[in-house]
């Protein structure tokens, strides 16, 4: 009886898997199919591999673009992570107030609006400040995203420590920050690894800001992968080329935080 | 204070690695024009011929910024709406032509600084009237155009200059026509010369599980589905608004164009000649059908002909051939009354730019005689030219071009008034749920009707007396 | 903090360190601020006019709000986005906590596997877009071969409109079921081990051990992923506007896609300003009930578990 409920387990485990990764294997077949074999009907399954799409694509704008992502992703990712790793215990320690938690939600409230309400005046702001076209700007501006979930989700994991831990530190003698830095930062390191995971993500993907928000030197990958539209349609086989090469950096990211995820989850078994 | 140090230090820290993020625009070097380009092959082309003579030439450097058609429109909005002197150039499409005047982010060229220079090297006149007047000048009355009264227009201000010219024409796959028997006396493929001919056709061609007899492109983005109904609309009589009183109730919801409207969509609703998806098709997809031998005949731009050729993405490479499109056979007259959806865009200088001259001087070599031949000589181009002294020559390049400019006397056009996208959505809209079935041609034509007369008695843009 | 009195040398710390709760939370207000005061007063304001392209940008007051109230695609669009966050947000958290069940457990290659669930959500939308839009096409797709194989008819998706809200549905659950994943996998994590031990020495049913002892951890992050689901779920734009463009007719069309038509179609900046600030207010009605929901089952939670601090 065990025996089959390991087998069905590994059966629901392969399924639930293959459902999830067969567009993106459907994707990576896409980037390896001669042209003229990407539409045809039935399906072809079976082909000879070119690498023509990969090699074209490594040529091309698109890894200046892919730079520019990684460097918007990774900075404001950072710079949202300390500033909502700071807040959010803020408000876990001493946010006990009603005008605090309308605070909170002002926070939270600030993430509702939709890209498309927002263009227009970034739009007028960034070319008063000359800022049109710059990576800054969009460090920046991401950033109110990504510091408005840092601190929900944040304040959720430092909410979860036991007092006591702190209060035996502080009767140490350690200061509120040393407190901070030395005893809440660390146990809350899945927090902050899934955190730094989602801003990421989110980060990198954002569509409609950088299209409308950059020209020619600060394009993101996303707007790059846009740009694979020609008159006739998607250039499919380099789309979906440079749309793999986009993913696997993410995949790494996301298997090292994975298994530090599992490592930082440790502190509710010294309860 | 260790602590404090230690808050410092990153606020520093966060400071420095933020500046690192930084990246300004280099410094440009004087005289770059930078054009607000559509990503047809032509644009290519004109770019390396721009590197190579152009800039040699006059030591102005030009980028064209190429882009899919609807983000040329969001850009050249958003560049118009905050004055910015961004671009230098821009490409637009007749149907938007309305809009950029109202919100006067074109420069008119008919003054003495462009075209009534006395060293100017081109002139209006230079183009075929056909294609010119519609989409360089404004205002202009369509249905007054297409019937041939250019001279009305002398005076009428010029904001662009023809750039991509080109209608739809009719494709079809000689090999399968020849196939099922529909030849001519010399036993090659005979097209449709009427529509209802083209049902039978496509009836006769459509294979279930193997092919379609015809395709249409359906969609509710952008104007997919409007562009291939139109012809037929008018084709059978009818038209979308009357232009000199701005009503489109009565007039887009006429008899006519209800008969032309469940004629269209029978082709999914009745015959089930088109793939079952077309309601959400666009250029794309259509093009896929075709090269994938999906699909048989059909509206569509001359351009992608060209792609059809290429072995890499068409497995109908040499089936393809094009002809005028089809129409209705007048019932009095015994006439073939036919109509062809016109698709040019042209080229122009923006208000705001700062260096209208360079500009200027770029738009001139562009339209001049050899420049516009270079472009016919390069194949990857699907280059329409619309010189008048060139018409022989484009009309030799390609059988396309043949049909392009032989439809250029059938074509019609959307309006072109500044509520364009707002008309162009709701009929985009009704069209497409009366081609799933969801409402009848009527009832689909009297909603956007009366829709479309909502907006056209509201907008602050109508003219007095109308 | 704890109900027992600190002793005296706290409190003096306390003193020397007031000025630590503001260096926590100055910098990112004042950085939030900075950013999104301009951004929010000027659409707040231009909805109240009637600023668009070539357009008078005159003041019309409430205007704009009104003119949307009375438009049935208003309504309709409306309709649409809630009925995609409902259902999407649903299944995504229903899943993603029964997969988080499932690959919970230590067997080998399971780590490896779950790694695989997290793909959807890292790509890029454009690409889900574009690629599902393909596999749903009756004459191409990949999809539309197999259902074809099995039940011998066409399926057009995308073209009926009850099908193209489903198949809207369908590729928003696939792409964000791994964010409910990774959240409750980030809570069961946090379930003290020992509360099993005692749980299977008492010999609960699996049901129970899932409803005392599990669920309670994992109302925290249940309730953050339905949160930010729901406030991104109601911003839909992307996925609908690659896949159908609102159609057919307007049957798929979102709340954001309406934003866009008039901002971006139509350029009247005002109007879509409108719609954009009837979308937060959308928002915060549903957000509200939320947080209400989550108070409530906070203080539940707070008893049950005794650990923590009250929320």
């Known amino acids: 009886m065990a025996r089959l409920k390991v087998i069905l387990k590994y059966v629901a485990a392969l399924g639930a898997t293959a459902l999830f990764v067969f567009p993106l294997a459907w994707m990576f077949l896409t980037s390896v199919k001669p042209r003229v074999d990407v539409f045809a009907k039935p399906p072809v399954f079976i082909f000879t591999p070119t690498f023509d799409n990969y090699s074209r694509v490594l040529d091309s704008e698109f890894m200046l673009q892919l730079l520019n992502s990684a460097i918007i992703a990774g900075i404001s990712t950072a710079f949202s992570l300390t500033l909502g790793a700071l807040a959010a215990y803020g408000f876990s320690r001493y946010g006990r107030f009603k005008r605090v938690d309308n605070l909170l939600f002002w926070i939270l409230s600030l993430r509702m609006l939709p890209p498309i309400a927002v263009v227009v005046p970034f739009y007028i702001l960034l070319r008063w400040a000359h800022l049109f076209d710059t990576r800054f700007a969009l460090i920046m501006i991401y950033s109110i995203f990504n510091i408005s979930f840092a601190v929900w989700l944040l304040k959720g994991f430092f909410d979860e420590i036991p007092p006591q831990l702190e209060e035996s530190a502080m009767l140490e003698g350690h200061s509120p920050p040393v407190v901070f830095l030395r005893v809440a930062l660390p146990m809350v390191r899945a927090g902050l690894a899934t955190t730094a995971a989602f801003c990421l993500i989110q980060s990198l993907n954002e569509f409609l800001l950088a299209l409308l928000l950059t020209d020619v030197d600060a394009v993101t990958a996303p707007v790059g992968l846009a740009n694979f539209q020609r008159y006739f349609g998607l250039e499919w086989g380099q789309f979906a080329a440079a749309a793999t090469i986009f993913v696997v950096p993410i995949i790494l990211f996301t298997v090292l935080v994975r298994h530090h995820l599992v490592r930082g989850m440790s502190f509710g078994r010294m309860g | 204070m260790r602590t404090r140090k230690a808050f410092f230090a990153l606020a520093l820290g966060i400071a420095v690695v933020v500046a690192a993020g930084c990246g300004r625009r280099a410094q440009q070097p004087q005289a770059h024009l930078r054009i607000l380009a559509l990503n047809w092959p032509q644009a290519p082309v004109e770019q390396r011929l721009a590197n190579e003579i152009f800039t040699p030439r006059t030591g102005i450097k030009v980028t064209l910024e190429m882009n899919t058609y609807d983000n040329v429109e969001v850009k050249m909005k958003q560049v118009i709406n905050s004055r910015s002197s961004d671009y230098d150039i821009v490409h637009y499409d007749s149907q938007w032509l309305g809009q950029f005047v109202a919100a006067k982010g074109l420069e008119r060229l008919d003054t003495p600084d462009y075209l009534d220079s006395p060293d100017a090297e081109i002139s209006f006149d230079d183009f075929m009237p056909e294609y010119a007047v519609v989409m360089g000048k404004y205002p202009t009355d369509a249905s007054e155009v297409f019937a041939g009264h250019f001279d009305r227009y002398r005076d009428t201000p010029i904001y662009g200059l023809p750039w991509a010219t080109g209608c739809q024409i009719m494709f079809y796959r000689a090999d399968l026509l020849k196939q099922a028997g529909f030849v001519d006396e010399q036993g090659n493929a005979k097209p449709p010369e009427t529509w209802p001919e083209f049902v039978r056709i496509a009836k006769a061609l459509t294979k279930r599980g193997v092919r379609y007899g015809a395709w249409t492109h359906a969609g509710r983005q952008g104007d997919y589905i409007t562009q291939d109904f139109f012809p037929i609309m008018w084709a059978n009589g009818g038209d979308l608004w009357d232009s000199k009183t701005w009503r489109a109730q009565g007039v887009i919801n006429s008899p006519q164009n209800v008969e032309a409207l469940q004629f269209y969509c029978d082709w999914n609703l009745k015959h089930h000649i088109v793939p079952a998806e077309s309601a959400n098709w666009g250029n794309e997809e259509v093009f896929n059908a075709c090269a994938q031998d999906q699909a048989a005949m059909g509206q569509f731009w001359a351009t992608f002909g060209a792609a059809l050729e290429d072995r890499d993405r068409s497995k109908v490479v040499g089936k393809m051939a094009y002809a005028v499109v089809p129409g209705f056979r007048d019932a009095h007259t015994g006439k073939i009354r036919r109509a062809a959806m016109y698709g040019c865009q042209a080229t122009a200088i923006t208000a705001f730019s700062k260096q209208k001259q360079a500009a200027w001087a770029y738009i001139q070599w562009l339209m001049s005689r050899e420049t516009q031949k270079a472009i016919l000589d390069d194949p990857t181009s699907a280059f329409v030219s619309a010189r008048e002294d060139l018409l022989e020559y484009t009309k030799s390049r390609n059988p396309r071009n043949r049909a392009a400019l032989e439809s250029s006397l059938l074509a019609h056009d959307f309006w072109n008034n500044p509520e364009y996208s707002k008309l162009l959505n709701i009929v985009q809209r009704e069209l497409n749920l009366a081609f799933i079935g969801q409402k009848t041609p009527k009832r689909a034509l009297d909603d956007a009707a009366r829709d479309l007369q909502q907006v056209l008695d509201a907008s602050p843009f109508r003219p007095k007396g109308a | ?311």
């Open chain 3, 1 to 311: 903090m704890s109900a027992a009195a600190p002793p005296s040398a706290m409190q003096a710390a306390h003193q020397r360190y007031r000025w630590f709760p503001y260096a926590l939370l100055l910098p990112a207000l004042v950085v939030l601020v900075a950013l999104t005061i301009f951004p929010l007063v000027f659409s707040l304001g231009v909805s109240l006019t009637g600023y668009g392209l070539g357009r008078a940008a005159g003041f019309v007051g409430l205007a704009n709000y009104a003119q949307f109230l009375r438009d049935p695609s208003f309504w309709l669009a409306l309709r649409n986005t809630l009925v995609i966050t409902v259902f999407a947000v649903g299944i995504e958290i229903a899943l993603g906590v029964c997969l988080a069940l499932l690959f919970r457990e230590s067997l080998p290659g399971f780590r490896a596997l779950s790694l695989f669930i997290f793909i959807p959500m890292m790509l890029s939308p454009l690409v889900i877009g574009f690629f599902w839009k393909f596999m749903f096409d009756s004459t191409f797709g990949v999809l539309a071969y197999f259902t074809t194989l099995l039940t011998g008819r066409t399926v057009s998706w995308l073209t009926s409109p009850r099908l193209a809200l489903a198949a809207i549905i369908v590729v928003d659950t696939w792409q964000w079921t791994p964010f409910a994943f990774l959240l409750t996998l980030a809570g069961l994590q946090t379930v003290p081990p020992q509360l099993y031990e005692a749980a299977s020495l008492e010999r609960a049913s699996a049901w129970m051990r899932f409803r005392r002892i599990t669920l309670p951890y994992l109302r925290f992050p249940l309730l953050l992923a339905v949160l930010f689901r729901t406030i991104d779920t109601v911003r839909i734009f992307d996925l609908v506007y690659i896949m159908t463009g609102g159609g057919p007719g307007d049957a798929t069309i979102t709340l954001s896609v309406l934003a866009y038509r008039y901002g971006f179609q139509f350029y009247e900046v005002g109007r879509a300003a409108a719609v954009s600030w009837l979308i937060v207010v959308l928002i915060n009605l549903l957000v509200m009930v939320l947080l209400s929901f989550m108070g409530k089952s906070a203080a539940a939670t707070a008893r049950s578990t005794g650990s923590g601090r009250a929320r």
